[in-house]
């Protein structure tokens, strides 16, 4: 079944980037002239998405308004003859179709992803973190690799990247073997595991695809580290029933959510010259 929708997690308050995120959702915040989420948008439509389900919070519509068309200025484009200006917002609105759904209430990953349930429906989707930005060394599209990667083996899959050791403590783990370059079968995921409890270093990279089995496990997930409903421990639940695959990232992730590693994509990207 093809992969229509994705799921972008947007719903977190932005702390590490206060004051700003006091007023700005760190979503809309630039790298290299664009908000973040149109870099996570497009990745997603590259990949052959046409609706994306946006989760947020209250307060944080305007994540999804810079998607919507904006009548009053697009008369005043017209009026005054900036029609490059307005072509440019015309591509953002004609992206994708934008749906919302809300996280009252912020109870982990798996919580939110959970929150998109009745808007994806029966069908396999995408899920994008909306606070990492991902440049593949073929300057094409990570997400379209994982859901390619889907089609093939008709399994859930995830994208992964070999961390450091003194990092495995910050992601989620993917324990497996690799049967094709770069692609593995799991054998077991474990959320931010001590070093001395996992003997993989590929961490989770903010790109998922998953069968919709997956909002099962989530329904039946417990409260797990830090007390939240960790998408990972819904994952090992897929792995043992369905099985789940990795696609292992060759490119860079681009953590967007603390102010280091915002100034760093800024930098990094302006290097990088992909077409446009
Ligand atoms: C989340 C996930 C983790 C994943 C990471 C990737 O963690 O829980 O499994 O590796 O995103 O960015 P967070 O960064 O929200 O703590």
Not at 3 to 20: D, S
Not at 45 to 74: H, M, Q, W
Not at 204 to 233: K, M
Request: aromatic residues 6%; negative net charge.
């Amino acid at each position: 079944m093809r992969v229509k929708k994705a799921v972008v997690p947007a719903a977190g308050f932005g702390t590490r980037m206060l004051p700003i995120t006091s007023v700005v959702p760190k979503e809309l915040l630039p790298v290299c002239g664009r908000p973040v989420i149109q870099h996570v948008v497009q990745e997603a439509v590259a990949a052959g998405i046409t609706e994306v389900i946006l989760v947020l919070s209250e307060g944080k519509e305007a994540v999804a308004d810079y998607f919507r068309p904006n009548k009053k200025l697009a008369e005043q484009l017209l009026r005054t003859g900036k029609h490059a200006e307005l072509q440019q917002l015309e591509r953002i609105w004609d992206m994708a179709k934008i749906t919302v759904v809300y996280q009252q209430e912020q109870l982990g990953l798996g919580h939110a992803v959970l929150c998109a349930k009745d808007a994806v429906g029966n069908e396999p989707f995408a899920v994008l973190l909306g606070d990492c930005i991902i440049q593949s060394d073929d300057c094409g599209s990570f997400t379209k690799k994982l859901v390619e990667a889907f089609g093939s083996y008709d399994r859930s899959v995830v994208g992964v990247e070999p961390v450091d050791e003194c990092l495995i403590q910050r992601y989620g783990i993917f324990e497996g073997a690799e049967f094709e370059d770069n692609v593995f079968h799991g054998k077991r995921v474990v959320e931010k595991p001590d070093p001395s409890q996992t003997d993989s270093n590929l961490a989770f990279c903010a790109r998922y695809v998953f069968s919709p089995a997956l909002f099962q496990q989530l329904e039946n997930t417990q409260h797990g580290l830090h007390n939240e409903i960790q998408l990972t421990d819904a994952m090992q639940k897929l792995l043992e029933t369905e099985g789940l695959n990795a696609v292992k990232l060759e490119g860079e992730r681009f953590d967007v959510g603390d102010p280091k590693g915002l100034l760093y994509a800024n930098l990094s990207m302006m290097e990088i010259h992909c077409g446009e």
